[in-house]
């Protein structure tokens, strides 16, 4: 199959090894891509932002199947274009897609179909946001309502900062996802990502994965896209992934079918493990970033056919497999990030950081410049690595990361510490 990849960060990097490897892939093209995506795809100058502009390089390319990586273009309707053009698309058409695109929509529909999740409220103005979290008080999640690259979310542990969170909303600082608030009572346990595909009916456990959102060690600091991940998460067991299929992920897809919206693409589920039970925090429609890296370094079966099953409505037919091993990643970002950064340093020691067994490093803001490799984003590697327990990942890939020459970026020196607090 000839194959479009659209994204340019590490989850797509990510995917992108893992369909070049699969004997179902004749041609990868990816857009826009970076330097570590052209190692795996045949990178094209495409304005993802276009449809018709895609629709034509599909065309042209005879793609057989264009995959999305970031929640932008599924949210602006990317597979509604595809698919009315005959094109075959992994993820979730715009109607599907708004379970990112609006906290406010996911919430309502937890309302509808009994998910437990935290109580809350909506907003489309500033006093009566204000008026909200000073009846409930601190500590509270302030959210603006629509994407903002992970960043639109405050954990306010006082009302100073939670009335601040609301009023930047508003001020425009997430630009028009923060037209509309959610204000979100705040709940306590251990947070865990969840995967799954969904075909529209059958919804198909992946694997489950821990993030770290703060932005500096000891989960201090503001939140980020993340900084780093690990899978499996210990927190997830069997008999809590089977309660969240049935109590969250199944009713989730069955009131998107009954509402004539089926879901089709990955659910990612984030969850808080509370002492009553999981609880939804948020969906995401795509795989997660980092997640997704930790994900495919585990996955065992080929992912091109378990993606066709997702839109093709065959994933009762798919059981895949995982590696037992425990897979980690570090994100590397430029210095300032999550505020402002340069772009344009030069990164070395990649090479070195790859030899070493069981490490791969996922380009995500990066470009390649006359055989030389440049940052270019806030969060620009992830080193990733296998191990048998969390604490021998952790040790592989801070070896790893020893090995790049990047003075321009830094990273969090404790991913994973959760697990490894449990003796993992």
Not at 184 to 197: D, R
Not at 348 to 354: F, M
Not at 395 to 413: H, K, L, Q, S, T
Request: net charge negative; proline share 4%; charged share 20%.
């Amino acid at each position: 199959m000839n194959i479009f990849l659209i994204g340019s960060g590490g989850r797509e990097h990510a995917l992108a090894c893992a369909i070049a490897a699969s004997p179902l892939t004749t041609r990868l093209y990816a857009a826009p891509g970076n330097a570590g995506i052209a190692e795996e795809a045949e990178t094209v100058q495409v304005d993802v932002r276009d449809a018709s502009a895609v629709i034509a390089f599909c065309t042209e390319k005879a793609i057989d199947l264009v995959v999305v990586g970031p929640e932008g273009p599924l949210v602006a309707g990317i597979v509604d274009h595809l698919t009315a053009a005959g094109i075959r698309a992994f993820g979730p058409d715009q109607a599907a897609a708004r379970l990112e695109g609006s906290k406010g929509f996911t919430k309502d529909l937890c309302t509808e179909a009994g998910i437990p999740t935290a109580a809350y409220g909506r907003f489309t103005d500033t006093d009566a946001a204000l008026a909200y979290v000073r009846q409930v008080g601190a500590p509270i999640v302030v959210k603006a309502d629509g994407i903002a690259a992970g960043k639109g979310v405050v954990v306010a542990m006082s009302l100073e900062e939670a009335e601040e969170a609301v009023r930047a909303c508003f001020d425009g600082s997430f630009g028009a996802a923060g037209a509309e608030v959610v204000v979100e009572e705040f709940m306590t346990g251990e947070e865990a990502s969840f995967f799954v595909l969904s075909d529209g009916r059958t919804g198909l456990a992946l694997a489950t994965a821990q993030d770290h959102k703060r932005v500096f060690d000891g989960d201090k600091g503001p939140n980020t896209g993340g900084m780093g991940a690990y899978s499996p998460a210990p927190v997830m067991d069997e008999a809590m992934i089977a309660r969240t299929m049935a109590e969250i992920i199944q009713p989730t897809i069955d009131t998107m079918a009954r509402r004539g919206t089926p879901f089709k693409g990955v659910l990612f589920a984030g969850l808080m493990i509370t002492d009553a039970g999981p609880k939804l925090i948020e969906y995401n429609t795509r795989f997660g970033d980092p997640e997704c890296q930790v994900l495919m370094m585990r996955l065992v079966d080929d992912i091109v056919p378990l993606l066709l099953a997702t839109i093709d409505g065959t994933l009762d037919q798919m059981t895949p497999r995982w590696r037992d091993e425990v897979a980690l990643t570090v994100v590397l970002a430029a210095n300032g990030y999550p505020g402002d950064y340069a772009r344009g340093s030069e990164i070395r020691g990649i090479a070195s950081a790859n030899a070493l067994e069981g490490v791969k490093v996922f380009h995500a803001g990066t470009r390649g410049e006359d055989g030389r490799t440049l940052a270019n984003g806030g969060r620009v590697l992830n080193v990733t690595a296998l191990g048998s327990t969390v604490a021998e990942a952790q040790a592989r890939a801070y070896e790893a990361v020893n090995r790049i020459d990047w003075p321009e970026g830094f990273c969090r020196r404790d991913i994973g510490w959760q697990a490894i607090a449990r003796g993992r």
